[in-house]
């Protein structure tokens, strides 16, 4: 069973920053990040391949937000920088076998348990 494990969320104030870290057990996988906001649905973030090379992200956060993986540690992270409010949200951790294209979709196969972040304005 693969274990998939978020942290680093917390609340800050709007125009700062924050970082995620997603470890995952087992295999390489493609790896990525999804957010749900109250009474909305959940929706992409940003994507890595196994590889490193392909980087997928939302209109909404391009610029702001950088995606990274750690090999040695098989760890994920988001760093969000330029945070808004509307970036407040539950964010998701996700792994799948197959493409970034494929997360993006939201075919994952595993989810974290979710890490909350909260923007004040």
């Known amino acids: 069973q693969v274990q998939v494990v978020e942290s680093g969320g917390g609340l800050v104030q709007a125009g700062g920053s924050l970082r995620l870290s997603c470890a995952a057990s087992?295999?390489?996988?493609?790896m990525g990040w999804f957010r749900q906001a109250p009474g909305k649905e959940r929706e992409f973030v940003a994507a890595?391949?196994?590889?490193?090379?392909?980087?997928l992200y939302a209109d909404s956060v391009k610029g702001r937000f950088t995606i990274s993986r750690e090999y040695a540690k098989n760890t994920v992270s988001l760093q969000m920088n330029s945070l808004k409010p509307e970036d407040t949200a539950v964010y998701y951790c996700a792994l799948t076998r197959e493409g970034t294209a494929t997360l993006r979709q939201g075919k994952s196969d595993y989810w974290g348990q979710g890490t909350q972040v909260t923007v004040s304005s």
């Open positions: 890595i391949s196994w590889s490193g090379g392909i980087t």
């Open positions: 087992g295999r390489t996988f493609t």
